[in-house]
């Protein structure tokens, strides 16, 4: 960087040029959401204060960050938090980072919470592989009657998921618990949900570094098949749900038909079903069989 102080415009366009010429996918966003991230301020406030003096203790704070974007890591990986169905979560190892698909889980089962609101229900909702709490959270954020227990394999995962709970004004009404699915815990639900690890083990390697290298391994691998956890879940969801209850998951975007067929032989009927913005099939919600 030459000459004048740094501005956020100037660390901006300093940013973008170097992610470019690092051949990252998208360097003006990066930038962008980046340094304002960093600098704490808004995207749209860049006009009026884009052009004010940065501190050099921020400037550093800057350059460290433009390395760490440019060996890969995702930029908000880097910030420590993301939004996520407009809740403010953190992030840290032991959790993947939310993926705006999986706000279509939240979609599809909000509004079959707020109807068993409306039949008098209080909901209890169990979020398998919590990580940062985000699909318990946000439906938590939109159905206040609800309540919901946070499960993660990953102590750092439920440190960060009760941290979310606790800034989104939503502590009294999420609890976690560590354990492996269903192992630890008796009671039956209203709703179960989850996004769990679904890539098979010989194509997660593979993935883009900002998600093989930064995401968890443990969010992110399903076994050989890809389908290992949603055999887990099959094979004890009946017992923990009401007769009433529902079952919504995150799918691989070529799980559907196998996904279909675990949950039928475990008892259950598909209910509905979302595709995800790409066109991929996402989204499962499926309830028991009551025969
Ligand atoms: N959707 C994630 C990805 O982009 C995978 C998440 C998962 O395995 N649950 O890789």
């Not at 985000?134 to 938590?140: D, G, P």
């Not at 699915?181 to 209203?190: G, I, K, L, N, V």
């Not at 992110?220 to 923990?240: F, M």
Request: charged share 25%; hydrophobic share 40%; net charge negative.
């Amino acid at each position: 960087m030459s000459g004048a102080v740094p501005s956020a415009r100037s660390l901006i366009a300093d940013a973008r040029r170097r992610f470019e010429a690092a051949g990252l996918g998208d360097p003006a966003t990066d930038a962008r959401v980046l340094v304002c991230g960093l600098l704490d301020i808004r995207p749209t406030a860049l006009l009026l204060e884009g052009d004010r003096p940065v501190a050099p203790d921020t400037v550093a704070q800057v350059e460290d960050a433009i390395t760490r974007r440019i060996r890969h890591e995702p930029v908000h990986r880097i910030l420590g938090r993301r939004e996520f169905y407009g809740l403010d979560l953190a992030l840290s190892a032991g959790t993947l980072e939310p993926r705006p698909d999986t706000e279509i889980l939240v979609d599809v089962i909000l509004p079959q919470l707020l109807d068993m609101v409306t039949k008098g229900l209080k909901p209890h909702i169990v979020d398998l592989g919590t990580g940062t709490g985000a699909i318990a959270l946000a439906l938590l954020h939109e159905c206040p009657q609800a309540d919901a227990l946070g499960i993660d394999i990953s102590e750092d995962a439920l440190r960060t998921a009760t941290g979310n709970a606790e800034r989104n004004g939503l502590g009294s009404r999420f609890a976690t618990r560590l354990g492996p699915w269903f192992d630890q815990t008796p009671e039956r639900f209203d709703i179960i949900v989850s996004n769990p690890p679904y890539i098979r083990s010989d194509v997660v390697t593979g993935l883009e570094p900002e998600v093989a290298n930064f995401d968890p391994m443990a969010a992110l691998d399903g076994g050989p098949d890809g389908l290992e956890a949603y055999r887990c879940i099959a094979a004890e969801a009946r017992d923990h749900l009401e007769d009433h209850g529902l079952v919504g998951l995150e799918i691989g975007f070529d799980q559907r038909d196998d996904v279909v067929q675990i949950f039928e032989g475990a008892g259950f009927s598909l209910l509905e079903e979302r595709r995800d913005y790409g066109g991929n099939d996402r989204v499962l919600v499926f309830a028991p069989r009551l025969d």
